[in-house]
């Protein structure tokens, strides 16, 4: 009899690099910014639409002061089962003047960032009673405990 120890290993090993090739990291890129060739191009004095003509349009902008253009660009890393990790971000952001002309370019990374933290604003309760048990002791004095009792 002959044996074919040699094929399972060679499947064994083709097996096991399937399975590790299906766990390398994935990345997706979002955003844009423009390449710093670009931003060279940008002079202090230009207007919002000779802005968006160089560089293009923004990711975002000031909405309330109309005071900048925000070009924003991430790379997330997705790994197996692991939540999404933000590997790298990158910033820049167009200010202008009151008369709508160029005043600053900067760049910013993600070693730049800043947490902000959220504040949560949650209106207290009347009472320690749950919302079904309150609404329900309002119909004609019923209580949801005369259902449970035998």
Not at 40 to 49: I, P, S
Not at 62 to 80: C, N, P, Q
Not at 126 to 139: E, K, M, N, T
Request: hydrophobic fraction near 35%.
């Amino acid at each position: 009899m002959r044996k074919t120890t040699g094929g399972r290993t060679w499947l064994a090993l083709l097996a096991g690099a399937a399975v590790l090739a299906g766990c390398s990291a994935q990345y997706r890129d979002h955003g844009y910014v423009p390449p710093a060739e670009d931003l060279a191009e940008v002079e202090l004095g230009d207007t919002r639409e000779s802005v968006r003509e160089t560089i293009g349009a923004p990711t975002t902008s000031a909405l309330a002061d109309e005071s900048g253009y925000y070009y924003v660009s991430s790379r997330m890393r997705h790994f197996a089962w692991r939540a999404p990790e933000e590997v790298s971000r990158e910033i820049v952001a167009v200010s202008f003047s009151d008369a709508g002309t160029v005043t600053n370019v900067e760049r910013y990374g993600l070693e730049d960032g800043v947490a902000v933290p959220l504040e949560r604003r949650v209106t207290e309760s009347g009472g320690s009673r749950g919302v079904l048990r309150q609404l329900l002791s309002r119909l004609g004095g019923f209580s949801p405990g005369t259902f449970l009792e035998e």
